[in-house]
């Protein structure tokens, strides 16, 4: 693993968003849900997609807070134009379980 620099790690650009919506996503190659997070006035809604099938329903995401990179370009998943990286970290499966916060945070707040 290599060092980082603290001036590197300014440069990735994570912030809150809260999930307004979720859709299944069946024509990816692995199961996958399309999410629309929305990041506050600055940054507004961005899509991802998402291999978090084994954790949650489109329907349970809604409303959910996430954390994501924000300043990635846009990659072409698909048919689907993902614009942000969201976080999660695998359980003892593998399975991507989503990062964010505790409590209610206000959408568009930058980690630090």
Sequence with gaps: MADLSFDEF???DIRVGEIIRAEPYPEARKPAI???VDFGPEIGVKKSSAQITAHYMPETLVGKQVLAV???PPRQI???MSEILV???PDENGDIVLVGPDGAVPRGGRMH
């Design 87 to 89: 976080l999660g970290l």
């Design 10 to 12: 300014l440069k990735v």
């Design 34 to 36: 399309k999410l629309w």
């Design 78 to 80: 698909g048919k689907f």
């Design 70 to 72: 924000v300043n990635f």
